[in-house]
């Protein structure tokens, strides 16, 4: 049964899609939305919006076949129609896992398996606290299996090192033991061409040399035999993209042979937990265009962990230090800043994070409940507080294309029922996920393109938008929770920074201003992919990506966000971004607030421990991030940075420069008799944008790494 008809769609298929910087959003679409039809021809946006609405109408329907209660074909019908409109016209947007995976093999899996949630959320958490009734060592193993599952998937997970000191590197075995393993001869361990497969190897070599007690050896010797994993460039089916190969997934394990040796008898502390988890990241994003998607929530009074990013104390960590963003989690009221506010102003790391605020409160105008009591992190861009194993569906309200607030209220009602579905396939394959879902059904619905909004409207107007729209949204829950027989959601808003999909919109992301109001916008691909030299026939400019230069490729497109009365990152100072996020933590988050504020070192960073006590009951996280000073056409200092501010005469440079380089290539073909590339008949699937990592993330952590 299809709930939207040809007649309704025919309204849309003759238009063009409304995207909003024109071949950069088109470009996205295509890299990463945009699957094969079985006819083998590529989806167009109109088809993309389709399968993801159907699908998600159609997971609706079969949760109330299971019900005492009938089916409104009719309503089922109107509503989907308004979150098609609501979808193809970017007012919102599903996260972009959802616009790849919603009604693809992906998810619908098969009749044994039924669907499969844990594609559809942006981001999890783990604790390696001890978990239930397992010992330390064994809770610290699942937690690092949790992190490579989720992370194969695309989930971006955050961890804790809650475990330091709990367990211990087991001994390096004695002469008598070692005489006994070599006449038994090691232990194979064949890997299986699947992520159960590498998943289960982790969990193999960890559990040889993870223990409990003092003076405990470890385990025999095993020998992985990797010749069933498919090789380097096979096509990944499910996934887009190329495979790795065993190469990644051998150095992991090797690389944890030597971390763990090295060690031989020690208590486990944070930074052995953050170099195995990092190690963990490094391996997923091996020899492909994906990024890591982790953070490591410490203690602020561990000094190892504040140290981590130092790389002239840990030279080693170079190679894979970079997977996390670091965050502190600190109690209000009770702490010192001096020490962190001065790592801060100087690179931007640690992050903060208030997990009392988070417990405590919702909205953090609202009274206490503690509603949240139970909850030990958040996700790895900060905007979603989480239990251990808990993951979360993010949708993003575009309020740059929304006019009114009767039409902001409409489009948070298909925002939401889209998330709320999402927490309908809770099967995830780990059963305290799948529980802590059906309890706590959290969401993330976060509204995006705030500078745009704040450049037509004031923030009066914005706090009320915000106010009234929590309040509709609390109602909508309360009917469609009861509708689909569940728990309402224990919090259901959230100001995420935004990624990939605010490319599409062309719209500032989330709470951010822009860079500049010219920038040059990279975008990486793989090398393999054939729209690279579609990219390079229409004169963009291509390069190998620094650091992956046989596998990847990074284009460079020169956009424009000017628009009346927009102001840029140089025009907002420090505490205007805090107080615009508090402003969202107060009125409209009832998770967090993603805030990377960005500083001047000379003239504010003297003033970041005075901010830190001043919003410590008004914010529940922050990062900071200070601002080089980069004269326009200097060279930057971070090579390849997602986006860089340029001049506007350099913006039109850039732009005729495209144009010579498109116009060059043609009188080239017309010389050689050959023909132009067509894009929009390259038969390669879309490769899935993994993690809930954005531009911020990534751009925080190459800063904080230099």
Not at 351 to 360: C, D, H, L, S, V
Not at 576 to 599: I, K, P, Y
Not at 637 to 643: C, F
Request: hydrophobic share 35%.
């Amino acid at each position: 049964m299809r709930f939207l008809t040809d007649k309704f769609l025919d309204k849309y298929r003759s238009q063009p899609p409304p995207f909003g910087l024109g071949k950069v959003s088109d470009l996205v679409f295509r890299r990463t939305y945009s699957r094969l039809k079985p006819d083998g021809s590529k989806e167009s946006w109109v088809d993309c919006v389709q399968r993801v609405v159907e699908a998600t109408f159609r997971h609706q329907r079969d949760r109330i076949e299971t019900l005492p209660r009938a089916w409104c074909a009719g309503k089922a019908r109107r509503a989907a129609e308004s979150m098609f409109e609501k979808i193809w016209s970017l007012k919102f947007l599903p996260p972009g896992r959802g616009l790849w995976s919603m009604g693809s093999e992906t998810v619908e899996g098969d009749e044994k398996s039924g669907p499969l949630g844990l594609p559809l959320n942006n981001c999890a958490f783990v604790s390696t606290r001890p978990h239930k009734q397992l010992t330390p060592a064994a809770s610290l193993a699942k937690a690092c299996h949790f992190m490579m599952d989720a992370s194969m998937l695309g989930v971006g997970v955050s961890f804790d090192t809650e475990g330091a000191g709990l367990s211990r590197v087991g001994c390096r075995p004695s002469d008598e033991t070692e005489k006994i393993s070599a006449e038994a001869g090691p232990i194979t361990h064949a890997v299986a061409d699947s992520r159960k497969g590498w998943c289960l190897a982790l969990r193999a070599q960890l559990e040889r040399y993870l223990r409990n007690g003092e003076g405990e050896e470890w385990g025999p010797e095993i020998v992985f035999d990797y010749s069933k994993v498919r090789p380097l460039g096979t096509p990944l089916k499910k996934f887009g993209g190329v495979a790795s190969g065993p190469g990644p997934l051998r150095d992991l394990i090797e690389s944890l042979k030597e971390q763990f040796e090295s060690r031989a008898g020690a208590l486990v502390d944070s930074e052995l937990i953050t170099n195995v988890m990092n190690l963990i990241g490094k391996c997923v994003v091996s020899g492909n265009v994906r990024r890591s998607a982790q953070l490591a929530l410490g203690k602020a009074s561990d000094s190892n962990f504040l140290g981590l990013k130092d790389y002239e104390r840990h030279p080693e960590r170079v190679e894979f230090g970079w997977s996390s963003n670091n965050t502190v989690v600190v109690e209000p009221g009770k702490c010192d800043y001096s020490e962190i506010a001065g790592r801060v102003a100087l690179n931007g790391e640690p992050g903060i994070f208030w997990k009392e605020n988070a417990q405590k409160y919702g909205r953090m105008g609202d009274p206490p409940t503690w509603a949240d009591h139970r909850a030990e992190g958040c996700n790895p861009c900060g905007e979603q507080t989480l239990e251990s194993y808990e993951v979360c569906c993010l949708v993003e309200i575009e309020l740059g294309r929304i006019d009114t607030y009767l039409e902001f209220e409409e489009t948070l009602k298909s925002a939401f029922l889209y998330a709320k579905t999402v927490t309908l396939l809770s099967g995830t394959g780990w059963e305290e996920t799948t529980a802590i879902i059906n309890k706590n059904r959290r969401i993330g619905c976060s509204p995006s393109g705030i500078a745009q909004f704040l450049a037509k409207h004031t923030t009066e107007e914005l706090r009320s938008w915000l106010d009234r729209g929590y309040a509709a949204l609390r109602h909508f829950d309360e009917l469609y929770s009861e509708f689909f027989g569940v728990n309402t959601s224990i919090k259901r808003t959230t100001v995420k920074p935004s990624g990939t999909t605010s490319l599409l919109v062309g719209a500032t992301p989330g709470i951010h201003a822009p860079e500049d109001l010219d920038v040059l916008r990279r975008v990486r691909l793989a090398k393999t992919n054939p729209l690279v030299e579609s990219l390079i026939w229409d004169g963009y400019h291509v390069e190998p990506e620094v650091g992956k230069e046989k596998t990847a490729v990074v284009v460079t497109i020169p956009i424009s966000y000017a628009l009346p009365g927009i102001r840029t990152l140089s025009q907002v100072g420090m505490w205007e971004q805090l107080e615009r996020a508090a402003l969202l933590q107060e009125w409209w988050s009832d998770n967090q607030v993603s805030v990377t504020v960005t500083f001047d070192p000379e003239t504010e960073g003297p003033s970041i421990k005075a901010a830190l006590e001043l919003y410590e009951r008004r914010l529940k996280s922050v990062a900071f991030l200070p601002r080089k000073k980069v004269p326009h056409g200097s060279k930057t200092p971070y090579p390849q940075m997602p986006i860089e501010g340029i001049s506007h005469k350099t913006y039109l440079a850039e732009l005729e420069l495209v144009a010579e380089r498109h116009a060059a290539n043609i009188a080239q073909a017309a010389r050689d008799g050959a023909r132009s590339p067509a894009p929009s008949s390259l038969p390669q699937d879309a490769e899935m944008e993994m993690f809930c990592n954005t531009d911020y993330c990534i751009l925080r952590r190459a800063k904080s790494d230099n």
